[in-house]
């Protein structure tokens, strides 16, 4: 069973940064492609980034230039490195992947206050 475990969430001030992790199991996680997702209070779940398993990545227009997806196969894990983060970034963080069906994690918060 494939199991995705997000951490690394908290509370930072606008200007900041943070980094997510999402650590996989279950699955041959070299051969994946990795979303992140955001949910922001009473919206829809939006992809911001997204690395394939030759670790190409593309990102939202609202994170390019401030977000780096990232993923260490050793550790089979990706990260979301977030800089200059804004209170528009607020939200639930979710690590998705697509192996013989869809999968997420369980979510972390993000909260930036202006």
């Known amino acids: 069973q494939v199991r995705l475990v997000e951490s690394g969430g908290g509370l930072v001030q606008a200007g900041g940064s943070l980094r997510l992790s999402c650590a996989a199991s279950?699955?041959?996680?070299?051969?994946?492609?990795l979303d992140w997702y955001r949910q922001a209070p009473a919206k829809q779940r939006d992809v911001v980034a997204t690395i394939t398993s030759s670790g190409a990545a593309n990102y939202s227009d609202s994170v390019e230039g401030r977000f780096t997806i990232s993923r260490d196969n050793a550790r089979n894990t990706v990260y979301l490195h977030m800089n200059s983060l804004q209170p528009e970034d607020t939200g639930v963080y979710y690590c998705?992947?697509?192996?013989?069906?869809?999968?997420w994690g369980q979510g972390t918060q993000v909260t930036v206050s202006s």
């Open positions: 998705r992947t697509f192996w013989r069906r869809e999968f």
């Open positions: 279950g699955m041959a996680f070299k051969y994946a492609t």
